[in-house]
């Protein structure tokens, strides 16, 4: 056995037999109501074992991670975000508006995100998602101009070199100004060609139960047609897809879709054949508590947004009441031109914070907070192998220091890393290789890469 402490170099690897134990960690937080106090063993990319209190580990140990000044949370998952719009952050012509006029207002710049940019402000987005425990991603990319037909492609080459897990999410729009759509008609696609290359992009890269995943996502059912809502989840069944839309995010988009289609959004939403399991929703906010009812019997996913939801006035997701009536609930910061940051540890806090508005203390605390980022989050994307401290499960780690002012004084370890409000890992694993080693990101130049992603945002939009 060597002893290693969390200062010296990366241990084990995916690749590698190599069985490493991280010990006697501050405290651990599992998601589930195992005891793994002292520590777990990480071997071959999985965790396979786990070491309760006042035990040693019964594996034959090679390596050891001291980690008696980290507290252990298992990796975070990301259920809903816009990668793209890292490049329109705090963006002056979109501040201080509601979601609508927000969204007329930015469209026209978006329609000019090319590939590089696209390439830049995903990594950035993936980089930064990381640096805050996140080991496990989703985007919703929905803007395909002529000059970006390869979105996709270009985000799991990303995702790939990084050696994150994302489910990427196909989106897509067909009606625009002309047909009473919000969007420029410059970023529209017909339904033929959308539905061409969601069947590729399925064929192609999407891996059941893998590291990368695809979901079909029209950007909201009102920027399509039902044909093409009826066409999405038809190829999801038969590929065995999850499917994903913005819904009930404000009171704006209830008029609106009543007085368009003379339907409810859940009303419609379950017209076209999405009422289901297979679905997750952003946001789902203006709910009746039958819809609420209706939304957990056919298990559906939810992503609480809570940034981007104060940001947009929108309102505030009611997770308790889901979660009894069956729905899976999880947690995403949403897209950059909304929230604006992509620090996930940051985002289970405003959780926290939000839901204590709708809640009494007692109701949601900050263990459920950190459930919904974890396990939560797990569940919403169909990923069972992930978001939790288990034997079996992939080794995807957080590890954080309470080494800042900000906890200094504090007493229980997790309580303190949601109050006190921990920002930044120290040490993340993805699939049993390190990631981020005191708070550094081992995979690139993080100062050339936000260069080019600065420059890319300054060429997408010049005041
Ligand atoms: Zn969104």
Redesign the pocket.
């Known amino acids: 056995m060597t002893q290693q402490s969390s200062m010296q170099k990366p241990l084990s690897d995916a690749t590698s037999q190599a069985s490493l134990w991280i010990k006697h960690p501050l405290a651990i937080y599992t998601a589930n109501d195992q005891d793994a106090r002292n520590g777990i063993v990480i071997q071959g990319g999985q965790i396979v074992e786990l070491v309760a209190q006042g035990q040693q580990p019964t594996h034959p140990i090679d390596q050891v991670f001291d980690a008696q000044n980290l507290v252990l949370l298992p990796g975070l998952i990301n259920t809903?975000?816009?990668f793209y719009q890292t490049l329109t952050r705090a963006c002056p012509p979109a501040l201080n508006k509601r979601l609508f006029p927000w969204l007329q207002t930015l469209y026209p710049i978006w329609a000019g995100l090319n590939e590089d940019m696209l390439r830049a402000a995903t990594e950035l987005a993936m980089v930064e998602l990381l640096l805050s425990g996140c080991t496990t991603v989703s985007d919703?990319h929905y803007l395909f101009p002529s000059q970006l037909h390869n979105a996709i492609d270009i985000q799991v080459e990303v995702a790939q070199s990084l050696g994150m897990s994302a489910t990427f999410t196909r989106g897509s729009m067909s009606l625009g100004v002309d047909d009473g759509g919000l969007p420029p008609q410059s970023v529209v696609q017909t339904e033929d060609e959308i539905m061409a290359d969601s069947e590729r992009l399925a064929s192609r890269y999407h891996q059941a139960g893998g590291d990368i995943q695809i979901a079909l996502a029209p950007c909201s059912p009102f920027s399509v047609t039902p044909e093409l809502m009826k066409a999405s989840a038809a190829l999801a069944q038969q590929r065995d897809l999850l499917l994903h839309t913005?819904l009930a995010e404000t009171e704006d988009e209830n008029a609106f879709c009543l007085s368009s289609l003379g339907k409810r959004p859940l009303d419609y939403l379950e017209s076209v054949g999405w009422l289901q399991s297979r679905t997750w929703l952003?946001?789902g906010i203006h709910f009746t508590s039958d819809e609420i009812q209706r939304l957990g019997h056919a298990q559906v996913g939810i992503c609480h947004?809570p940034s981007?939801n104060m940001v947009l006035a929108s309102g505030i997701c009611a997770v308790n009441e889901l979660k009894a009536a069956g729905a899976n609930v999880g947690l995403g910061v949403?897209?950059s031109a909304?929230n604006d940051h992509s620090n996930l540890m940051q985002e289970i806090r405003q959780a926290l914070l939000i839901q204590r508005l709708k809640y009494p203390a007692d109701e949601f605390t900050h263990l459920d907070a950190l459930h919904l980022a974890t396990k939560g989050s797990a569940n919403v994307l169909q990923r069972h192998h992930q978001g939790e401290i288990a034997v079996g499960k992939q080794a995807d780690i957080a590890l954080f220091a309470l080494d800042e002012p900000r906890f200094s004084g504090s007493h229980d370890p997790l309580a303190a890393l949601v109050l006190c409000g921990a920002s930044q890992a120290h040490s993340v694993m993805v699939k049993g290789q390190w990631k981020v080693r005191d708070k550094v990101w081992l995979g690139g130049d993080l100062s050339a890469l936000m260069a080019k992603h600065s420059q890319a945002a300054q060429t997408l939009y010049a005041p």
């Open positions: 809903h975000h816009h919703h913005h952003a946001h947004c981007s949403d897209g909304s």
